[in-house]
T-cell receptor
């Protein structure tokens, strides 16, 4: 029972390189999310997808793009990595988002990204 | 003002102690509330949802006061395994807003 799977688990990039973080869930959830977590900052929402075919900006979207490839998969892309994007990235999913949602989120085990 | 604010930590308590965490949120339209637990360098995991009537799960009790926009978590009879960071989480329009977390360290 995998839940939410993120790849890779660790990555080191040089400034200016690009990469895509992958996320897949097997719980048939409608909504998926990308967060970053920095020391002393808590988790901050980057982008989310309330349902297949839709994506919306969160609190800190600059420098990122996302693709909801299908119901299972939600990828996060860094087009030109910057040292400020060094962080731990978590993907999450929930049964239903949007107004009135009352569903907790299930998290992947994170991607630790360092940008030199 | 942060949307979700928690007690600053860390809390260092002996085994068997009772410890309480407090959390306030700024948006009165917030719809649902949760406590998550996060172990060091691991993903957050849902500890419990918080209901208006208050709810209990074993040694854990959560309370919500909508009028004061205040959420609490009480842990009774602390165990070593309770050591973690506790995150107060508020659902605003389908997006979860996380507090910074309060670190708990339970000592023998």
């Amino acid at each position: 029972n995998a839940g939410v799977t993120q790849t890779p688990k660790f990555q080191v990039l040089k400034t200016g390189q690009s990469m895509t973080l992958q996320c897949a869930q097997d719980m048939n959830h409608n909504s998926m999310y990308w967060y970053r977590q920095d020391p002393g900052m808590g988790l901050r929402l980057i982008y989310y997808s309330a349902s297949e075919g839709t994506t919306d900006k969160g609190e800190v979207p600059n420098g990122y793009n996302v693709s909801r490839l299908n119901k299972r998969e939600f990828s996060l892309r860094l087009e030109s990595a910057a040292p400020s994007q060094t962080s731990v990235y978590f993907c999450a999913s929930s049964d239903r988002g949007g107004q009135g949602a009352n569903q907790p989120q299930h998290f992947g085990d994170g991607t630790r990204l360092s940008i030199l | 003002r942060k949307e979700v604010e928690q007690d600053p930590g860390p809390f260092n308590v002996p085994e068997g102690a009772t410890v309480a965490f407090n959390c306030t949120y700024s948006n009165s339209a917030s719809q649902s509330f949760f406590w998550y637990r996060q172990d060091c360098r691991k993903e957050p995991k849902l500890l419990m949802s918080v209901y208006s009537s208050g709810n209990e799960d074993g040694r854990f009790t959560a309370q919500l006061n909508r009028a004061s926009q205040y959420i609490s978590l009480l842990i009774r009879d602390s165990k070593l395994s309770d050591s973690a960071t506790y995150l107060c989480v508020v659902n605003q329009g389908g997006k979860l807003i996380f507090g910074q977390g309060t670190e708990l360290s339970v000592k023998p």
